[in-house]
C-alpha cells in the first residue's frame, strides 16, 4: 500500500518570512516550505522531493519555524552588535575602501609608466632613433592615454568618497529598521540577506547582501 502524504491546498498562499531564500547547501536546489494538515510546518529539498527515488539528495526536512526564530534571533545580535560598537559595513558589490585604493594605486602605477615612456621616445628622438613623425604619434598617443587614465582616476575618487558616505548611512537605516520591528517583512529581510543554505545536518549558513557582515559572520564560523 502507497501512503500518499497530503498537504494543504493553501500552503502555496502563505507568504513566508524567508520564502525564496532557502538552498539545500548539499545540491544547491531551492527548499520548500511544506504543511500538514496538524499546521506543522517543515522544510523539503525540492530535488528531493522530485527525484527521491533517484538518491539525488536527502529530504533537509525539519521545522520551518525553529529555523526562522533562530535566524532572526541571530540577526538581532548582529545587528545590536553592530549598532553598539558603530561597525562600518559596505554594501554588497559595491567597491570597498580596500578597492578603491588598490584600483587607484594601478591607475597610477599606468599613469607613472606612460609618463616613462614619454621620457622614453624623447631620449630617442634625441639620439636620432625615431623620427620626428614618429615621435610626436607616438607622443600625442600617449598624451592621450594618460588624460583618459587621469579621468578614470577622479572618476574612482568621486566613487569612493560616495560610496563610503553611501553605505554607511544605508547600513545604519536598515540596521535600524530591522531593531525597530516586531515582525521584519519578508521585504526587509530579502534586502539584508541574499540566500541561506541548509546542511542536512541542520547547519545553517548565511549569505547575506553586505560584504562586512559575511565576513563577521565566517569569523563566527557559522550558525547551528
Request: charged content about 35%; some cysteine; overall charge positive.
Amino acid at each position: 500500500m502507497v501512503i500518499v502524504q497530503k498537504y494543504s491546498r493553501n500552503e502555496k498562499k502563505h507568504k513566508f518570512l524567508l520564502d525564496g531564500l532557502l538552498f539545500c547547501y548539499e545540491c544547491k536546489h531551492k527548499i520548500g516550505v511544506r504543511s500538514k494538515k496538524n499546521g506543522y510546518m517543515f522544510m523539503v529539498c525540492n530535488n528531493y522531493r522530485r527525484n527521491s527515488k533517484l538518491g539525488l539528495c536527502t529530504s533537509h526536512g525539519f521545522n520551518y519555524y525553529t529555523l526562522e526564530k533562530k535566524i532572526l534571533q541571530y540577526i538581532k545580535e548582529l545587528f545590536l552588535e553592530i549598532d553598539r560598537n558603530k561597525i562600518e559595513i559596505s554594501i554588497k558589490n559595491s567597491l570597498t575602501k580596500y578597492d578603491y585604493k588598490k584600483m587607484l594605486e594601478k591607475i597610477e602605477g599606468n599613469i607613472n609608466l606612460l609618463k616613462d615612456n614619454i621620457d622614453t621616445i624623447h631620449i630617442e628622438k634625441i639620439n636620432k632613433q625615431i623620427s620626428k613623425e614618429m615621435y610626436d604619434r607616438l607622443f600625442n598617443k600617449l598624451t592621450w592615454e594618460i588624460k583618459q587614465k587621469e579621468d578614470k582616476y577622479k572618476e574612482l575618487q568621486n566613487k569612493q568618497k560616495e560610496s563610503m558616505q553611501d553605505s554607511s548611512k544605508e547600513i545604519r537605516r536598515i540596521v535600524n529598521d530591522f531593531l525597530k520591528l516586531e515582525n521584519p517583512t519578508p521585504e526587509l529581510i530579502k534586502i539584508i540577506i541574499n540566500r541561506i543554505e541548509i546542511h542536512q545536518d541542520k547547519q545553517i549558513d548565511i549569505i547575506f547582501n553586505f560584504k562586512r557582515l559575511n565576513e563577521i559572520l565566517e569569523k563566527n564560523n557559522c550558525l547551528n
